[in-house]
């Protein structure tokens, strides 16, 4: 079943996406060299105390982070570690969550620690971030699920990869449904399966948590003996972005976006819906 919400519920939502949104502010601003990954999780707990939010990945299934700090080849839920220091070239994604009264947000980035990145790592990121935001702009009125996942993947595979070959679009993790959980139904592909039909229709009140993470190599991974991490097989390095967006009457909104998502969704020839906190 998906969740629907209310406008009134969309609203808290919107509340606990900021909070994301700062999260991703005070890491980025922390992921320097030197820094090991569980300082960055002390930051998001801190800016969590200061907006009265609690985590919604610490616990979760036993997490025992406040925040997923993945870092190289790993994929998705690195845990925080004093053992993981940060260095010059490394390109770490940080995914994190917040609750306000009962309501869910979730946001990932991927961010370049120091300098000297090639610009095949500076083109990953980028490919899949404009793939993210290209599901964004998929989420409208009249569509069905799959349209977003064939958004994503549409974009990806028209992006030349440099040096060639193609980008590996991760198989066994995806996007989600969000609300008063972190993950729902439904579970949304980062690429089209056929066998897996059309989807729900999209219409105002649905939620989704749109994250694609692609490899430089292979679409697919392990999960090492922590339980956790989960990694690319051929130790490629891979790049993870996430935004939470509520479709409404309006059009969608971008929770975990400082601007709800006006921004980029204009260049992309959609009109985000108004922010009900402005």
């Given at each position: 079943?998906?969740?629907?919400k209310?406008?009134?519920q969309?609203a808290?939502?919107r509340?606990?996406?900021?909070?994301?949104a700062?999260?991703?502010?005070?890491?980025?601003e922390a992921?320097?060299?030197g820094a090991?990954?569980k300082?960055?999780?002390q930051?998001?707990?801190?800016?969590?105390?200061e907006?009265?939010?609690?985590?919604?990945?610490?616990?979760y299934?036993?997490?025992?982070?406040?925040i997923c700090?993945s870092?190289?080849e790993v994929?998705?839920?690195g845990?925080?570690?004093?053992?993981?220091?940060?260095?010059?070239?490394d390109v770490?994604s940080?995914?994190c969550?917040?609750?306000?009264?009962?309501?869910?947000?979730?946001a990932a980035y991927t961010?370049?620690?120091g300098s000297g990145h090639?610009p095949e790592?500076?083109?990953?990121?980028?490919?899949?971030?404009?793939s993210?935001?290209?599901?964004?702009?998929?989420?409208?009125?009249?569509?069905?699920?799959?349209d977003?996942?064939?958004a994503i993947e549409?974009y990806i595979?028209?992006?030349?990869?440099?040096?060639?070959?193609?980008y590996?679009?991760i198989e066994?993790?995806?996007?989600?449904?969000i609300?008063t959980?972190?993950?729902?139904?439904?579970h949304?592909l980062?690429?089209?399966?056929?066998?897996?039909?059309?989807?729900p229709k999209?219409?105002?009140g649905f939620?989704?948590a749109?994250?694609?993470?692609?490899?430089l190599?292979?679409?697919?991974?392990e999960?090492?003996?922590?339980?956790?991490t989960?990694?690319?097989?051929?130790?490629?390095w891979?790049?993870?972005?996430?935004?939470?967006?509520?479709?409404?009457?309006q059009?969608?909104l971008?929770?975990t976006?400082p601007?709800?998502?006006?921004a980029?969704?204009?260049?992309?020839g959609v009109t985000?819906?108004?922010?009900p906190?402005?």
């Amino acid at each position: 079943m998906v969740q629907i919400k209310s406008p009134e519920q969309i609203a808290k939502m919107r509340e606990a996406g900021l909070v994301v949104a700062a999260i991703h502010a005070a890491t980025r601003e922390a992921a320097v060299p030197g820094a090991t990954t569980k300082d960055l999780d002390q930051v998001a707990r801190k800016v969590l105390a200061e907006n009265d939010a609690k985590p919604n990945f610490l616990g979760y299934g036993g997490f025992p982070a406040t925040i997923c700090t993945s870092v190289n080849e790993v994929v998705v839920h690195g845990i925080p570690s004093d053992d993981v220091v940060l260095k010059d070239g490394d390109v770490i994604s940080i995914d994190c969550g917040a609750i306000i009264d009962g309501w869910h947000g979730d946001a990932a980035y991927t961010a370049f620690v120091g300098s000297g990145h090639s610009p095949e790592l500076v083109e990953l990121s980028r490919v899949t971030e404009e793939s993210m935001w290209a599901g964004i702009a998929a989420m409208k009125q009249g569509n069905r699920l799959v349209d977003v996942s064939r958004a994503i993947e549409t974009y990806i595979r028209r992006q030349p990869k440099p040096g060639g070959g193609k980008y590996g679009i991760i198989e066994d993790y995806g996007g989600h449904g969000i609300g008063t959980e972190m993950h729902m139904d439904p579970h949304l592909l980062n690429y089209v399966d056929r066998r897996r039909g059309k989807g729900p229709k999209l219409v105002p009140g649905f939620c989704l948590a749109i994250e694609p993470m692609i490899s430089l190599g292979t679409p697919r991974t392990e999960v090492l003996s922590d339980d956790w991490t989960v990694i690319t097989t051929d130790g490629t390095w891979s790049s993870h972005w996430e935004h939470s967006v509520a479709l409404t009457d309006q059009g969608p909104l971008v929770l975990t976006s400082p601007d709800g998502g006006a921004a980029k969704l204009a260049e992309l020839g959609v009109t985000a819906a108004p922010d009900p906190l402005a």
